[in-house]
Protein backbone atom coordinates (compact mmCIF):
# COMPACT_ATOMS: atom_id res chain seq x y z
CA UNK A 1 0.00 0.00 0.00
CA UNK A 2 0.99 4.19 -0.40
CA UNK A 3 0.28 5.64 2.87
CA UNK A 4 1.70 9.49 3.43
CA UNK A 5 5.23 9.26 1.22
CA UNK A 6 6.06 5.56 1.37
CA UNK A 7 4.78 2.55 -0.30
CA UNK A 8 4.72 -0.66 2.23
CA UNK A 9 5.18 -4.17 0.93
CA UNK A 10 4.18 -6.72 3.38
CA UNK A 11 5.05 -10.23 3.03
CA UNK A 12 4.67 -13.62 4.34
CA UNK A 13 8.16 -14.38 6.38
CA UNK A 14 9.24 -17.59 8.05
CA UNK A 15 12.00 -16.26 10.64
CA UNK A 16 13.40 -19.08 11.39
CA UNK A 17 13.98 -20.73 8.35
CA UNK A 18 14.26 -20.48 3.76
CA UNK A 19 10.81 -22.65 3.67
CA UNK A 20 7.15 -22.14 4.96
CA UNK A 21 7.02 -23.34 8.35
CA UNK A 22 4.10 -22.87 10.86
CA UNK A 23 5.04 -19.51 12.93
CA UNK A 24 4.54 -17.49 9.55
CA UNK A 25 4.44 -13.81 10.01
CA UNK A 26 4.36 -10.14 8.45
CA UNK A 27 7.49 -8.92 7.21
CA UNK A 28 7.61 -4.97 6.39
CA UNK A 29 9.88 -3.11 4.14
CA UNK A 30 9.16 0.64 3.16
CA UNK A 31 10.32 2.81 0.32
CA UNK A 32 9.96 5.82 -1.33
CA UNK A 33 10.51 5.11 -5.11
CA UNK A 34 10.09 1.43 -5.67
CA UNK A 35 13.64 0.57 -5.89
CA UNK A 36 15.46 1.44 -2.64
CA UNK A 37 13.74 -0.38 0.55
CA UNK A 38 14.25 -0.09 3.82
CA UNK A 39 13.72 -3.66 5.87
CA UNK A 40 11.77 -3.08 9.03
CA UNK A 41 10.83 -5.48 11.65
CA UNK A 42 8.09 -7.77 10.73
CA UNK A 43 4.75 -5.77 11.58
CA UNK A 44 2.50 -8.75 12.90
CA UNK A 45 3.53 -12.17 14.66
CA UNK A 46 1.81 -14.70 16.17
CA UNK A 47 0.59 -13.28 19.80
CA UNK A 48 -3.02 -14.05 20.45
CA UNK A 49 -5.24 -17.11 20.27
CA UNK A 50 -6.76 -15.58 17.34
CA UNK A 51 -3.38 -16.28 15.63
CA UNK A 52 -1.53 -18.30 17.75
CA UNK A 53 0.07 -20.41 14.74
CA UNK A 54 0.51 -18.58 11.77
CA UNK A 55 -0.40 -14.91 10.73
CA UNK A 56 -1.46 -15.90 7.09
CA UNK A 57 -1.81 -13.77 4.39
CA UNK A 58 -4.77 -10.69 3.92
CA UNK A 59 -4.54 -7.38 2.32
CA UNK A 60 -4.57 -3.20 3.69
CA UNK A 61 -7.00 -0.70 3.42
CA UNK A 62 -7.53 3.01 4.18
CA UNK A 63 -10.66 3.54 6.03
CA UNK A 64 -10.98 6.94 7.71
CA UNK A 65 -7.81 8.13 6.66
CA UNK A 66 -5.83 5.23 8.63
CA UNK A 67 -4.80 2.23 7.13
CA UNK A 68 -6.29 -1.31 8.13
CA UNK A 69 -4.93 -4.31 7.57
CA UNK A 70 -7.01 -7.86 7.35
CA UNK A 71 -5.63 -11.24 7.97
CA UNK A 72 -5.66 -14.94 8.20
CA UNK A 73 -4.97 -15.73 11.75
CA UNK A 74 -5.02 -19.71 13.03
CA UNK A 75 -6.20 -20.67 15.70
CA UNK A 76 -5.28 -25.06 15.46
CA UNK A 77 -3.14 -27.09 13.50
CA UNK A 78 -2.44 -30.33 12.62
CA UNK A 79 0.37 -31.90 15.23
CA UNK A 80 1.15 -34.77 13.65
CA UNK A 81 2.08 -33.18 10.65
CA UNK A 82 2.32 -29.77 10.41
CA UNK A 83 2.54 -28.89 6.80
CA UNK A 84 -0.94 -30.46 6.42
CA UNK A 85 -4.38 -29.34 7.13
CA UNK A 86 -6.42 -28.77 9.45
CA UNK A 87 -5.30 -25.36 9.88
CA UNK A 88 -8.17 -23.24 11.48
CA UNK A 89 -8.33 -20.31 10.20
CA UNK A 90 -10.15 -17.11 11.07
CA UNK A 91 -9.92 -13.55 9.68
CA UNK A 92 -8.40 -10.65 12.20
CA UNK A 93 -7.95 -6.89 11.86
CA UNK A 94 -4.67 -4.61 13.28
CA UNK A 95 -4.79 -0.96 13.00
CA UNK A 96 -1.24 1.16 13.46
CA UNK A 97 -0.51 1.66 16.78
CA UNK A 98 0.95 5.36 15.95
CA UNK A 99 -0.12 6.89 12.68
CA UNK A 100 2.68 9.59 13.29
CA UNK A 101 5.47 6.94 12.61
CA UNK A 102 5.76 7.55 9.06
CA UNK A 103 7.12 4.02 8.82
CA UNK A 104 4.30 2.30 10.59
CA UNK A 105 6.29 -0.27 12.63
CA UNK A 106 3.86 -1.39 15.39
CA UNK A 107 0.62 -2.80 14.53
CA UNK A 108 -2.40 -3.51 17.35
CA UNK A 109 -4.67 -6.68 17.18
CA UNK A 110 -7.91 -5.64 19.18
CA UNK A 111 -9.34 -8.37 21.62
CA UNK A 112 -12.10 -8.28 19.87
CA UNK A 113 -10.79 -10.42 17.08
CA UNK A 114 -11.30 -12.80 15.01
CA UNK A 115 -13.98 -10.11 12.92
CA UNK A 116 -14.44 -12.88 10.86
CA UNK A 117 -14.45 -16.20 12.83
CA UNK A 118 -15.76 -19.49 11.69
CA UNK A 119 -19.41 -20.19 10.75
CA UNK A 120 -21.59 -22.73 9.64
CA UNK A 121 -21.77 -23.00 5.73
CA UNK A 122 -17.97 -21.96 5.92
CA UNK A 123 -14.94 -24.48 5.46
CA UNK A 124 -12.64 -23.72 7.97
CA UNK A 125 -9.55 -25.11 6.57
CA UNK A 126 -10.41 -23.25 3.80
CA UNK A 127 -10.61 -20.15 4.73
CA UNK A 128 -8.41 -16.74 4.11
CA UNK A 129 -6.46 -14.44 2.35
CA UNK A 130 -9.34 -11.21 2.60
CA UNK A 131 -9.20 -8.81 -0.29
CA UNK A 132 -8.50 -4.88 -0.01
CA UNK A 133 -12.26 -3.69 1.44
CA UNK A 134 -14.05 -1.72 -1.19
CA UNK A 135 -16.99 0.79 -0.28
CA UNK A 136 -20.16 0.75 -1.84
CA UNK A 137 -21.99 4.06 -1.60
CA UNK A 138 -25.47 2.76 -2.28
CA UNK A 139 -26.03 1.30 1.36
CA UNK A 140 -23.04 3.00 2.18
CA UNK A 141 -21.01 -0.36 3.70
CA UNK A 142 -17.67 -1.32 2.71
CA UNK A 143 -17.35 -4.94 1.06
CA UNK A 144 -14.94 -7.62 1.48
CA UNK A 145 -13.83 -10.98 -0.19
CA UNK A 146 -11.94 -13.78 1.64
CA UNK A 147 -10.82 -16.59 -0.62
CA UNK A 148 -12.46 -20.02 0.14
CA UNK A 149 -13.90 -23.56 -1.13
CA UNK A 150 -16.79 -26.19 -0.57
CA UNK A 151 -17.04 -29.30 -1.76
CA UNK A 152 -14.45 -28.46 -4.65
CA UNK A 153 -16.30 -25.36 -5.42
CA UNK A 154 -14.04 -22.16 -5.69
CA UNK A 155 -15.53 -19.00 -3.92
CA UNK A 156 -14.81 -15.91 -2.94
CA UNK A 157 -17.34 -15.38 -0.29
CA UNK A 158 -18.36 -11.52 0.32
CA UNK A 159 -18.70 -9.65 3.69
CA UNK A 160 -19.98 -5.95 4.41
CA UNK A 161 -19.79 -3.78 7.23
CA UNK A 162 -19.91 -0.08 8.34
CA UNK A 163 -17.38 0.30 10.27
CA UNK A 164 -14.91 -2.47 9.68
CA UNK A 165 -15.67 -4.39 13.38
CA UNK A 166 -18.79 -5.97 12.65
CA UNK A 167 -18.68 -7.85 9.57
CA UNK A 168 -22.51 -9.59 7.74
CA UNK A 169 -21.73 -12.13 5.58
CA UNK A 170 -23.48 -12.21 2.21
CA UNK A 171 -25.94 -14.97 1.15
CA UNK A 172 -24.13 -15.30 -2.02
CA UNK A 173 -20.42 -15.10 -3.44
CA UNK A 174 -18.77 -12.56 -5.08
CA UNK A 175 -18.49 -15.23 -7.72
CA UNK A 176 -17.43 -19.06 -7.78
CA UNK A 177 -16.85 -21.97 -10.35
CA UNK A 178 -17.55 -25.43 -9.39
CA UNK A 179 -14.28 -28.08 -9.45
CA UNK A 180 -11.95 -25.53 -9.45
CA UNK A 181 -10.51 -26.31 -5.52
CA UNK A 182 -9.14 -23.87 -3.09
CA UNK A 183 -8.70 -20.02 -4.14
CA UNK A 184 -6.44 -18.55 -2.39
CA UNK A 185 -5.23 -14.81 -2.49
CA UNK A 186 -7.90 -12.93 -4.15
CA UNK A 187 -7.66 -9.69 -5.92
CA UNK A 188 -10.83 -7.81 -6.92
CA UNK A 189 -10.52 -4.47 -8.40
CA UNK A 190 -11.63 -1.92 -11.16
CA UNK A 191 -9.53 -0.94 -14.51
CA UNK A 192 -10.64 2.33 -16.36
CA UNK A 193 -11.79 1.36 -20.13
CA UNK A 194 -10.30 4.20 -21.38
CA UNK A 195 -6.19 4.78 -21.44
CA UNK A 196 -3.80 3.74 -18.66
CA UNK A 197 -4.33 5.24 -16.05
CA UNK A 198 -5.28 3.03 -12.44
CA UNK A 199 -8.10 3.04 -10.07
CA UNK A 200 -8.75 3.25 -6.42
CA UNK A 201 -10.33 -0.07 -5.43
CA UNK A 202 -13.61 1.58 -4.69
CA UNK A 203 -14.80 3.18 -7.56
CA UNK A 204 -17.19 1.87 -10.34
CA UNK A 205 -19.23 3.34 -12.95
CA UNK A 206 -19.96 3.20 -16.97
CA UNK A 207 -16.45 3.75 -17.59
CA UNK A 208 -14.99 0.64 -15.84
CA UNK A 209 -14.73 -2.78 -15.50
CA UNK A 210 -13.76 -5.53 -13.13
CA UNK A 211 -10.79 -8.09 -12.74
CA UNK A 212 -11.26 -10.57 -10.62
CA UNK A 213 -8.18 -12.59 -9.88
CA UNK A 214 -7.43 -15.56 -7.96
CA UNK A 215 -4.59 -17.55 -7.09
CA UNK A 216 -5.22 -21.24 -7.71
CA UNK A 217 -3.98 -24.39 -5.03
CA UNK A 218 -5.26 -26.75 -7.99
CA UNK A 219 -1.95 -26.16 -10.56
CA UNK A 220 -0.20 -23.02 -9.03
CA UNK A 221 -1.60 -20.47 -10.87
CA UNK A 222 -2.34 -16.93 -10.90
CA UNK A 223 -5.90 -16.61 -13.14
CA UNK A 224 -7.68 -13.67 -13.73
CA UNK A 225 -11.20 -12.69 -15.68
CA UNK A 226 -12.76 -9.19 -16.73
CA UNK A 227 -16.01 -9.01 -16.00
CA UNK A 228 -19.10 -6.55 -14.81
CA UNK A 229 -19.92 -5.72 -10.69
CA UNK A 230 -23.43 -5.40 -10.03
CA UNK A 231 -23.78 -3.34 -6.99
CA UNK A 232 -27.16 -3.95 -6.46
CA UNK A 233 -26.98 -7.60 -6.43
CA UNK A 234 -23.12 -7.94 -5.25
CA UNK A 235 -22.28 -9.93 -7.96
CA UNK A 236 -19.24 -10.37 -10.44
CA UNK A 237 -20.00 -11.58 -13.77
CA UNK A 238 -16.94 -12.42 -16.06
CA UNK A 239 -17.32 -11.08 -19.57
CA UNK A 240 -18.70 -13.48 -22.63
CA UNK A 241 -14.83 -13.98 -23.56
CA UNK A 242 -13.93 -15.82 -21.40
CA UNK A 243 -17.08 -17.87 -21.72
CA UNK A 244 -14.50 -20.98 -22.77
CA UNK A 245 -12.09 -20.42 -20.16
CA UNK A 246 -13.79 -20.00 -16.93
CA UNK A 247 -10.58 -20.35 -14.94
CA UNK A 248 -9.28 -17.20 -16.73
CA UNK A 249 -5.79 -15.85 -18.41
CA UNK A 250 -2.77 -15.68 -16.54
CA UNK A 251 -0.93 -12.79 -15.07
CA UNK A 252 2.43 -14.57 -15.31
CA UNK A 253 3.25 -18.01 -17.22
CA UNK A 254 6.16 -19.06 -15.55
CA UNK A 255 7.13 -19.00 -11.82
CA UNK A 256 4.66 -16.42 -10.29
CA UNK A 257 2.04 -16.78 -7.66
CA UNK A 258 0.34 -14.93 -4.53
CA UNK A 259 0.16 -11.99 -6.40
CA UNK A 260 -1.73 -8.79 -5.42
CA UNK A 261 -2.25 -5.09 -6.76
CA UNK A 262 -2.45 -1.88 -5.26
CA UNK A 263 -3.41 1.01 -6.28
CA UNK A 264 -0.58 4.25 -6.51
CA UNK A 265 -2.32 7.25 -5.43
CA UNK A 266 0.55 9.69 -6.33
CA UNK A 267 1.30 8.57 -10.17
CA UNK A 268 -2.07 7.17 -10.15
CA UNK A 269 -1.72 3.86 -11.42
CA UNK A 270 -2.43 0.15 -10.38
CA UNK A 271 0.74 -1.91 -9.09
CA UNK A 272 0.89 -5.67 -9.63
CA UNK A 273 3.61 -7.34 -7.17
CA UNK A 274 3.89 -11.19 -7.71
CA UNK A 275 5.99 -13.85 -5.37
CA UNK A 276 8.95 -15.75 -7.77
CA UNK A 277 8.54 -19.35 -6.44
CA UNK A 278 11.27 -22.16 -6.71
CA UNK A 279 11.23 -25.07 -8.81
CA UNK A 280 13.30 -27.28 -6.45
CA UNK A 281 13.08 -29.10 -3.30
CA UNK A 282 12.46 -28.26 0.05
CA UNK A 283 15.90 -29.77 0.68
CA UNK A 284 17.86 -27.96 -1.25
CA UNK A 285 16.20 -24.37 -0.40
CA UNK A 286 17.13 -24.93 3.01
CA UNK A 287 21.02 -25.52 1.28
CA UNK A 288 20.77 -21.89 -0.63
CA UNK A 289 19.29 -20.25 2.57
CA UNK A 290 15.71 -18.48 0.74
CA UNK A 291 12.54 -20.18 -0.94
CA UNK A 292 11.04 -17.39 -3.15
CA UNK A 293 11.77 -13.89 -4.16
CA UNK A 294 9.28 -10.76 -5.16
CA UNK A 295 9.41 -9.74 -9.20
CA UNK A 296 10.07 -6.14 -10.02
CA UNK A 297 6.82 -4.38 -9.33
CA UNK A 298 4.52 -3.91 -12.50
CA UNK A 299 2.01 -1.53 -13.80
CA UNK A 300 -1.20 -2.85 -14.69
CA UNK A 301 -4.17 -1.58 -16.73
CA UNK A 302 -6.75 -3.04 -19.46
CA UNK A 303 -5.50 -3.55 -23.08
CA UNK A 304 -7.55 -1.53 -25.58
CA UNK A 305 -9.06 -4.72 -26.41
CA UNK A 306 -10.57 -5.20 -23.61
CA UNK A 307 -9.54 -9.09 -23.77
CA UNK A 308 -6.88 -8.64 -20.99
CA UNK A 309 -4.26 -6.99 -18.77
CA UNK A 310 -1.60 -5.33 -19.83
CA UNK A 311 2.08 -5.67 -17.64
CA UNK A 312 5.50 -2.96 -17.44
CA UNK A 313 7.48 -2.67 -15.09
CA UNK A 314 7.62 0.40 -13.29
CA UNK A 315 8.72 3.44 -14.35
CA UNK A 316 10.97 4.07 -11.35
CA UNK A 317 13.58 0.76 -12.97
CA UNK A 318 14.81 3.10 -15.55
CA UNK A 319 16.62 4.56 -13.07
CA UNK A 320 18.71 1.51 -12.28
CA UNK A 321 19.89 1.26 -16.27
CA UNK A 322 23.56 1.96 -16.43
CA UNK A 323 25.89 1.73 -19.30
CA UNK A 324 23.96 1.69 -22.75
CA UNK A 325 24.51 -0.32 -25.78
CA UNK A 326 22.23 0.00 -28.64
CA UNK A 327 21.89 -2.56 -32.02
CA UNK A 328 19.88 -0.96 -34.61
CA UNK A 329 18.62 -2.55 -37.86
CA UNK A 330 19.96 -5.82 -37.84
CA UNK A 331 19.42 -8.50 -39.75
CA UNK A 332 20.07 -12.40 -38.52
CA UNK A 333 20.41 -14.57 -41.28
CA UNK A 334 19.43 -18.24 -41.57
CA UNK A 335 20.25 -19.99 -38.32
CA UNK A 336 22.24 -16.95 -37.20
CA UNK A 337 23.63 -16.04 -34.12
CA UNK A 338 24.96 -12.53 -33.06
CA UNK A 339 26.06 -11.45 -29.44
CA UNK A 340 25.88 -8.50 -28.09
CA UNK A 341 29.10 -7.17 -27.45
CA UNK A 342 29.89 -5.00 -24.85
CA UNK A 343 28.13 -6.41 -21.74
CA UNK A 344 29.10 -9.78 -20.41
CA UNK A 345 26.26 -9.79 -17.02
CA UNK A 346 23.60 -11.50 -15.26
CA UNK A 347 22.06 -7.81 -14.66
CA UNK A 348 20.87 -6.25 -17.47
CA UNK A 349 17.51 -4.87 -18.51
CA UNK A 350 17.03 -5.88 -22.96
CA UNK A 351 14.69 -4.38 -24.93
CA UNK A 352 14.24 -5.95 -28.47
CA UNK A 353 11.62 -5.20 -31.67
CA UNK A 354 11.94 -8.20 -33.91
CA UNK A 355 10.22 -7.32 -37.48
CA UNK A 356 9.36 -10.16 -39.53
CA UNK A 357 9.34 -9.65 -43.25
CA UNK A 358 7.02 -12.59 -44.36
CA UNK A 359 4.53 -14.88 -42.81
CA UNK A 360 4.30 -16.60 -46.15
CA UNK A 361 6.25 -19.93 -44.59
CA UNK A 362 4.44 -20.04 -41.36
CA UNK A 363 3.88 -23.83 -40.32
CA UNK A 364 0.46 -25.41 -39.80
CA UNK A 365 -0.37 -25.00 -36.33
CA UNK A 366 -1.39 -28.06 -34.75
CA UNK A 367 -4.79 -27.11 -32.93
CA UNK A 368 -4.66 -29.94 -30.01
CA UNK A 369 -2.28 -27.43 -28.69
CA UNK A 370 -4.49 -24.73 -28.22
CA UNK A 371 -4.98 -24.90 -25.10
CA UNK A 372 -1.71 -26.30 -24.32
CA UNK A 373 1.15 -24.04 -25.23
CA UNK A 374 3.66 -25.40 -22.62
CA UNK A 375 3.12 -28.84 -24.43
CA UNK A 376 3.53 -27.18 -27.91
CA UNK A 377 7.00 -25.28 -26.44
CA UNK A 378 8.60 -28.43 -25.34
CA UNK A 379 8.35 -30.28 -29.12
CA UNK A 380 8.94 -26.84 -30.93
CA UNK A 381 12.10 -25.47 -28.52
CA UNK A 382 14.93 -23.38 -29.22
CA UNK A 383 16.73 -25.27 -31.55
CA UNK A 384 13.92 -26.75 -33.77
CA UNK A 385 13.59 -24.96 -37.30
CA UNK A 386 10.92 -23.43 -38.55
CA UNK A 387 8.64 -21.53 -41.05
CA UNK A 388 8.60 -18.42 -39.37
CA UNK A 389 10.91 -18.78 -35.91
CA UNK A 390 11.88 -19.41 -33.59
CA UNK A 391 13.67 -16.26 -32.92
CA UNK A 392 14.64 -14.15 -29.82
CA UNK A 393 17.17 -14.23 -27.51
CA UNK A 394 19.85 -16.60 -25.38
CA UNK A 395 20.51 -15.23 -22.28
CA UNK A 396 22.61 -16.27 -19.14
CA UNK A 397 25.19 -17.84 -22.08
CA UNK A 398 28.01 -19.59 -21.67
CA UNK A 399 30.29 -18.76 -25.05
CA UNK A 400 29.90 -22.30 -26.04
CA UNK A 401 25.92 -21.69 -25.37
CA UNK A 402 25.97 -24.54 -23.65
CA UNK A 403 24.43 -23.24 -20.98
CA UNK A 404 21.69 -20.81 -21.16
CA UNK A 405 17.97 -19.68 -21.28
CA UNK A 406 16.20 -19.50 -24.63
CA UNK A 407 13.29 -16.57 -24.71
CA UNK A 408 11.75 -16.49 -28.21
CA UNK A 409 8.89 -16.58 -30.53
CA UNK A 410 7.48 -19.12 -33.06
CA UNK A 411 4.44 -18.05 -35.86
CA UNK A 412 1.92 -20.39 -36.72
CA UNK A 413 -1.03 -20.52 -39.72
CA UNK A 414 -4.07 -21.36 -38.39
CA UNK A 415 -7.06 -21.28 -40.99
CA UNK A 416 -7.83 -17.24 -41.42
CA UNK A 417 -5.02 -15.79 -39.06
CA UNK A 418 -1.50 -16.75 -37.00
CA UNK A 419 -0.66 -17.76 -33.98
CA UNK A 420 2.03 -16.42 -32.04
CA UNK A 421 3.64 -18.71 -29.73
CA UNK A 422 6.24 -16.78 -26.79
CA UNK A 423 8.42 -19.68 -25.09
CA UNK A 424 11.11 -19.39 -22.21
CA UNK A 425 13.33 -22.59 -22.63
CA UNK A 426 15.44 -23.32 -19.63
CA UNK A 427 16.12 -26.51 -20.00
CA UNK A 428 19.81 -26.07 -20.82
CA UNK A 429 20.00 -23.07 -17.94
CA UNK A 430 22.06 -25.21 -15.89
CA UNK A 431 25.10 -27.70 -16.55
CA UNK A 432 23.71 -29.78 -13.23
CA UNK A 433 22.71 -32.71 -12.48
CA UNK A 434 19.23 -31.54 -10.96
CA UNK A 435 17.05 -31.37 -13.54
CA UNK A 436 14.40 -29.28 -11.61
CA UNK A 437 15.17 -26.48 -13.29
CA UNK A 438 14.90 -27.55 -16.93
CA UNK A 439 11.24 -26.03 -17.38
CA UNK A 440 9.62 -24.50 -20.48
CA UNK A 441 7.00 -22.01 -20.14
CA UNK A 442 5.20 -20.82 -22.76
CA UNK A 443 1.78 -18.97 -24.26
CA UNK A 444 0.20 -17.68 -26.98
CA UNK A 445 0.42 -13.52 -27.42
CA UNK A 446 -2.86 -11.77 -29.16
CA UNK A 447 -1.25 -10.04 -31.76
CA UNK A 448 -2.08 -9.43 -35.12
CA UNK A 449 1.17 -9.56 -37.14
CA UNK A 450 -0.54 -9.32 -40.74
CA UNK A 451 -0.80 -5.48 -39.77
CA UNK A 452 2.34 -4.44 -37.81
CA UNK A 453 4.71 -7.26 -38.58
CA UNK A 454 6.41 -6.35 -35.69
CA UNK A 455 6.36 -7.89 -32.34
CA UNK A 456 8.91 -6.47 -29.10
CA UNK A 457 10.07 -8.38 -25.98
CA UNK A 458 11.71 -6.84 -23.07
CA UNK A 459 13.80 -9.14 -21.01
CA UNK A 460 14.74 -8.14 -17.40
CA UNK A 461 17.48 -10.38 -15.78
CA UNK A 462 18.83 -10.23 -11.88
CA UNK A 463 20.98 -13.44 -11.47
CA UNK A 464 18.41 -16.25 -10.76
CA UNK A 465 15.39 -14.31 -12.46
CA UNK A 466 14.00 -13.88 -15.92
CA UNK A 467 11.19 -12.17 -16.75
CA UNK A 468 9.88 -11.15 -20.19
CA UNK A 469 7.08 -9.28 -21.40
CA UNK A 470 6.11 -10.30 -24.94
CA UNK A 471 4.45 -7.56 -27.11
CA UNK A 472 4.25 -4.37 -24.81
CA UNK A 473 3.22 -6.55 -22.18
CA UNK A 474 0.14 -8.84 -23.49
CA UNK A 475 2.00 -11.62 -22.43
CA UNK A 476 4.57 -12.04 -19.43
CA UNK A 477 6.71 -15.31 -18.85
CA UNK A 478 9.16 -14.76 -15.38
CA UNK A 479 11.54 -18.16 -14.39
CA UNK A 480 13.58 -18.78 -11.85
CA UNK A 481 17.56 -20.32 -13.14
CA UNK A 482 20.61 -20.92 -11.51
CA UNK A 483 23.32 -20.94 -13.74
CA UNK A 484 26.32 -23.25 -12.67
CA UNK A 485 29.33 -23.35 -14.95
CA UNK A 486 30.31 -19.63 -15.13
CA UNK A 487 30.63 -16.67 -12.31
CA UNK A 488 27.17 -14.67 -13.09
CA UNK A 489 29.27 -11.70 -13.64
CA UNK A 490 30.30 -13.15 -17.19
CA UNK A 491 26.95 -14.02 -19.15
CA UNK A 492 26.32 -13.52 -22.61
CA UNK A 493 23.43 -12.31 -24.60
CA UNK A 494 22.44 -13.38 -27.97
CA UNK A 495 19.92 -12.61 -30.78
CA UNK A 496 19.35 -15.90 -32.75
CA UNK A 497 17.26 -16.84 -35.53
CA UNK A 498 16.54 -20.71 -36.33
CA UNK A 499 14.32 -20.92 -39.44
CA UNK A 500 13.90 -21.12 -43.43
CA UNK A 501 12.96 -17.01 -43.39
CA UNK A 502 15.06 -14.52 -42.91
CA UNK A 503 13.90 -11.71 -40.21
CA UNK A 504 14.83 -7.81 -40.05
CA UNK A 505 15.74 -7.10 -35.90
CA UNK A 506 15.44 -3.39 -35.33
CA UNK A 507 16.70 -3.46 -31.81
CA UNK A 508 17.61 -1.19 -29.30
CA UNK A 509 18.83 -3.25 -26.25
CA UNK A 510 19.02 -1.50 -23.13
CA UNK A 511 21.61 -3.50 -21.18
CA UNK A 512 23.17 -1.48 -17.92
CA UNK A 513 24.57 -3.35 -15.57
CA UNK A 514 22.16 -2.57 -12.34
CA UNK A 515 23.56 -0.53 -9.28
CA UNK A 516 22.19 -2.67 -6.72
CA UNK A 517 21.03 -6.23 -6.55
CA UNK A 518 16.96 -6.38 -6.78
Same mark, same amino acid.
Given at each position: M???????L??????????????????? $???T???????????I??????????C????????????????????????T???T???????????????S???????V????????????????????????????????????? %?????????????????D????V???????????AR?????????? $????????????????T?????????????????????????????P???????????????????????F??????R???W?????????????IK?????????????????????????V???? $??R???????S????????????????????????F???????????? *?????????F??I???????? %?????????A???????? +???????K??????????????????A?N???????????D?D? *?? +???I??? *???????V? +??????????????Y??????????????????L?I $?????????R?????
Amino acid at each position: MYYKGFYHLFYQYSPKGAVWANDIEWGH $SVSTDLINWIALESAITPSKPFDIYGCWSGSATIFDGSPVIVYTGIIAKNDTDPNTIPWIQVQNIAYPKNLSDPYLREWVKPDYNPILPIRPGINGTEFRDPTTAWYNPLDKQWRLG %VGSMWDYEGKVLLYKSKDFKTWVKATDPLYSVKEARMWECPDFYPV $SVKGYLGLDTSVYGQDTKHVLKVSMSLDGRDRYTIGTYDTKRDRYTPDATFANNKYGLMYDYGNFYASKTFYDPVKKRRILWGWSNESDTVEEDNIKGWAGIQLIPRTVWLDPSGRQLLQWPVEELN $SLRGSHISVTSTTVKQGGLQQVIGIQTARADVEVTFEVSSLDKAEPFD *TKYANDAQAFCKIKGPDVKGG %VGPFGLHVLATTDLQERT +SVFFRVFKSYDKHVVLMCNDDTKSTLATNKLYGLTFAAYVDIDL *TK +SRTISLR *TLLDSSVVE +SFGAGGKTVISSRVYTRRLLRAIMHIYLFLTMVLLI $SMLTNLMLGRYKNHL
